[in-house]
Every structure is written in C-alpha cells, then in structure tokens.
C-alpha cells in the first residue's frame, strides 16, 4: 500500500554527524542526534556507530526526544550517524491550519504536559524579559502575529556572528550583548513567546540550505524554536525569518540543555566534530558513503523536485 502523501515526497536529503570524544577517566555519555518523525519527511535508510561497540542503553526522554546513554572506554571513542530521508518540498508550516482561526489557548485551556513549556528556564529566562517583551510586543495582536513580530524584530536587530556561542548566557544575556548564533536567537524567541504565556520549545536538527545559497557552505546543528497555537507546533525561526525547506528534527525541550546532541559526565571531551545536511539525487548515495558535495543539490536559489517516492505507509 502506497504511503497516502507518497506523491509529495519529492526531494532526498542525507544528514549526518561524526562525532570524536576522548575520555581520560571513568565518563559516560549521553549521545542525541538520531532525527524525530517528521511531518514531512521519512526517513529511508540510517545507521548509527556507537565507538568500538560500546554498551548503549536507549530510552526516550520526556521530551520525546531519542537518546542513547553510553559507557566511555578509555581514550578515543568514535560516533557516527548517517540516514538518507524522503522529503516533501513543503516550506515550514505550509500545509498547516492557520493559526488565525482564533485566540490561542489561554493557560487553564492547555494541555497540562505543556504548561512546562511556558516557565522560565535556565536558559529562557523569561522572567527577567517580561517587561521588554510587553513594552516591544505587547501592543501586537496575540498569537501568530505576535510570534512573528517577535521573529521580525530579532532578526533585524541581533546580529548573527559565527564562533560567537557562549554556553553561559542565557536569552537575557544576549539581548544586552546584541549578537550571538542560532542557539542565542532561538532562546530568545522562546523566552520572549513564553512572556506571553505561549508554550515554546526548544529545537535541534539539520537544516540544509534547500533554495537558499550559503556562500561560506557551512553545515552544523541548527537551533529554533517551536510555538504551539490552536492545537499544533509552529515553526518559528528568527535567524533567518524565512520558511524553509527540509527542516529535519532531532531535539527538543525547555532550552539547550534538553536539545543538546551530547552531555558528558566525568572526564571527556569532544575532540572532533562534524555535520552535514544536503540533498541528493535518489539512489546515488548509501549511509556510510564518504562525504561527496559534488552531488550537492541545494546551496542555490534552484530548488530541484525529483518524482515522488512510493513509500510504505
């Protein structure tokens, strides 16, 4: 049987991280980098190599997020995932109820698991925005409007700098310094959602650059944020302030600390680091294939459709 939105899966996408910790005591690991379900996408064919056969407890956290808590061996310990994924050419939301069909849920009408979703946390500080929030805010209309124009104004008013990142600053923190990474964009929007009593998590995954050249080709984990109106999650994305296509979801929670691809306990480190996220043309690339961007298809304004999949449902 024909997967019922087979014919709109019509780009291939290959995602991926190798990934190098040395462990110079007893340490343990836990490793989050293998993607969710996804709305559009499936995902075809993954493998994932956890060092040289080392022990692996898998559980699913409270997040929903798919995590593997492993044992270090002394010395060098090699990880790598690697998955080629079916994609629907959609741009973030398309497809989704609009959000404008009424007010958004009120407190006392949300599904209690969310509530958490609207707090303070260690990096979302929101508590400590809420008076910006509504002085910048507070006079746009609630719920998708709002989460845009806080999308707008961060994108044109905090600079994206690479090699900026600083895991101690929280949301609050950037905004007095004027300039971060995605990560910092991506607590910001969720703090400031928050303020207003809007759940909002958030988010990891791969994005590649599907209809949007990036000159300088860089390829890492992305950061974003998700905003639940009338019932679904929406994706907001201040970095770019742009829908986007391919947008594939590893991680989420209340801040970077549920969304991290790895946290070490004990005595390690991360020594190498590497990520990728392109589309392919189909069956042209197998997971553990070596790296090979001259089969690149995105990274340009051409957005290339292939026949769709007939997947399995």
Same mark, same amino acid.
């Given at each position: 049987?024909?997967?019922?939105?087979?014919?709109?899966?019509?780009?291939?996408?290959?995602?991926?991280?190798?990934?190098?910790?040395?462990?110079?005591?007893?340490?343990?690991?836990?490793?989050?980098?293998?993607?969710?379900?996804?709305?559009?996408?499936?995902?075809?064919?993954?493998?994932?190599?956890?060092?040289?056969?080392?022990?692996?407890?898998?559980?699913?956290?409270?997040?929903?997020?798919?995590?593997?808590?492993?044992? #270090?061996?002394? &010395?060098?310990?090699?990880? !790598?995932?690697? +998955?080629? /994924? =079916? %994609?629907?050419?959609? $741009?973030?939301?398309?497809?989704?109820?609009?959000?404008?069909?009424?007010?958004?849920?009120?407190?006392?009408?949300?599904?209690?698991?969310?509530?958490?979703?609207?707090?303070?946390?260690?990096?979302?500080?929101?508590?400590?925005?809420?008076?910006?929030?509504?002085?910048?805010?507070?006079?746009?209309?609630?719920?998708?409007?709002?989460?845009?124009?806080?999308?707008?104004?961060?994108?044109?008013?905090?600079?994206?700098?690479?090699?900026?990142?600083?895991?101690?600053?929280?949301?609050?923190?950037? #905004?007095?310094? &004027?300039?971060?990474?995605? !990560?910092?964009? +991506?607590? /910001? =929007? %969720?703090?400031?959602? $928050?303020?207003?009593?809007?759940?909002?998590?958030?988010?990891?995954?791969?994005?590649?650059?599907?209809?949007?050249?990036?000159?300088?080709?860089?390829?890492?984990?992305?950061?974003?944020?998700?905003?639940?109106?009338?019932?679904?999650?929406?994706?907001?994305?201040?970095?770019?302030?742009?829908?986007?296509?391919?947008?594939?979801?590893?991680?989420?929670?209340?801040?970077?600390?549920?969304?991290?691809?790895?946290?070490?306990?004990?005595?390690?480190?991360?020594?190498?680091?590497?990520?990728?996220?392109?589309?392919?043309?189909?069956?042209?690339?197998?997971?553990?294939?070596? /790296?090979?961007?001259?089969?690149?298809?995105?990274?340009?304004?051409?957005?290339?459709?292939?026949?769709?999949?007939?997947?399995?449902?």
């Amino acid at each position: 049987m024909q997967h019922p939105d087979a014919q709109t899966f019509d780009m291939t996408l290959r995602v991926g991280c190798s990934l190098a910790y040395h462990a110079t005591g007893p340490a343990s690991l836990l490793l989050n980098v293998q993607p969710w379900a996804g709305r559009n996408y499936q995902i075809v064919y993954q493998d994932i190599t956890l060092g040289d056969h080392l022990a692996s407890q898998p559980f699913t956290d409270t997040h929903g997020n798919y995590v593997h808590r492993i044992p #270090l061996a002394p &010395g060098d310990n090699f990880f !790598r995932h690697d +998955a080629i /994924l =079916a %994609v629907r050419s959609l $741009r973030d939301n398309e497809g989704l109820a609009t959000p404008n069909d009424g007010p958004p849920e009120t407190p006392a009408q949300l599904p209690a698991e969310l509530l958490r979703y609207t707090l303070p946390s260690r990096y979302a500080d929101s508590d400590k925005l809420a008076d910006f929030a509504w002085d910048k805010f507070g006079q746009v209309p609630h719920g998708h409007a709002r989460v845009q124009a806080i999308s707008h104004w961060l994108h044109h008013n905090l600079e994206y700098r690479y090699f900026s990142g600083d895991p101690e600053l929280s949301a609050f923190d950037i #905004l007095q310094r &004027g300039y971060g990474v995605c !990560r910092d964009f +991506a607590h /910001l =929007a %969720v703090a400031l959602n $928050r303020t207003f009593n809007l759940p909002t998590r958030y988010v990891t995954g791969h994005l590649p650059d599907i209809g949007f050249p990036d000159p300088d080709n860089h390829m890492d984990f992305h950061a974003y944020a998700e905003v639940y109106l009338n019932g679904r999650w929406h994706t907001t994305d201040p970095r770019f302030h742009t829908p986007r296509i391919g947008r594939i979801k590893i991680a989420c929670g209340q801040d970077a600390v549920d969304g991290a691809f790895s946290t070490i306990f004990g005595g390690a480190t991360l020594t190498y680091f590497q990520v990728w996220a392109y589309q392919v043309p189909r069956n042209t690339v197998a997971v553990g294939d070596p /790296l090979d961007l001259s089969q690149r298809l995105d990274n340009q304004t051409t957005i290339h459709r292939e026949t769709p999949y007939a997947l399995a449902p």
